[in-house]
């Protein structure tokens, strides 16, 4: 299946300070979805890309898919504690073979 | 709501033992997976399927096996438990593939011992 690296393992910023999270691949994905997991729960879908340069937005949350579709961003601006959590990416290479999921960055935050 | 349902949140079984997971999904979705999520590692996916008794290899299948007899239940068994499968497993189904997203179940963490 395809290999999705993840960067980085863990990011402690402090309440309100912005967050990113990087999806990358050596290969074109079909496309790739972002998921996220609180503590001591399981992952839930946030969203979907599928296009080349596909921007998308959910209140403070942005996601992005590179013109090359090879990379993905997850930012976040001005993180709260409700953001705390595992981010997943998780990319398809459009064959029958399912989703493969980068390690996950999780996000710690600071009071 | 789609509901995935997992028999056990918690589970201990000693080394050697079968051990059975089940999955049940109440949305009619064609596609049902099994992962494991391990600290470093994130989610590693064990076995799919993509119809009922049909089931595909997934990235680590190996000391597992899986079973679906009904479209709404999915199955996996451990022929003989050992201590290095212990971890957290994940169901989770979808209407399709491969531009659906995922609905996982709460997870079953299994301790063997």
């Known amino acids: 299946g395809q290999q999705v690296m993840q960067i980085p393992q863990y990011q402690h910023v402090q309440e309100g300070e912005d967050f990113t999270t990087y999806c990358n691949s050596s290969t074109t994905l079909s496309n790739i979805q972002w998921y996220k997991q609180r503590p001591g729960g399981h992952p839930v879908f946030l969203i979907q890309?599928?296009?080349?340069?596909e921007v998308k937005k959910q209140k403070r949350l942005t996601f992005q898919f590179g013109e090359a579709k090879k990379n993905s961003s997850l930012h976040i601006t001005a993180t709260q504690t409700t953001d705390v959590g595992t981010y997943f990416c998780a990319a398809s290479g459009g064959g029958a073979d399912g989703l493969t999921f980068g390690k996950g960055t999780h996000l710690i935050i600071q009071p | 709501d789609v509901k995935v349902t997992q028999s056990s949140r918690y589970l201990v079984k000693r080394t050697g033992e079968k051990v059975f997971l089940e999955c049940v999904q109440d949305?009619?979705?064609?596609?049902m997976f099994w992962y494991r999520q391990d600290p470093g590692l994130g989610l590693r996916l064990i076995y799919f399927?993509?119809?009922?008794?049909?089931?595909e290899k997934g990235d680590i299948p190996e000391g597992y096996s899986v079973s679906r007899e009904k479209k709404e239940r999915f199955s996996l068994i451990l022929e003989s438990a050992s201590t290095n499968q212990t971890s957290m497993y994940l169901c989770a189904s979808s209407p399709g593939t491969p531009f659906y997203e995922q609905y996982f179940g709460p997870g079953t963490r299994l301790t063997v011992t």
């Open positions: 399927s993509y119809d009922v008794k049909m089931k």
């Open positions: 949305m009619d979705h064609e596609n």
């Open positions: 890309l599928v296009k080349s340069g």
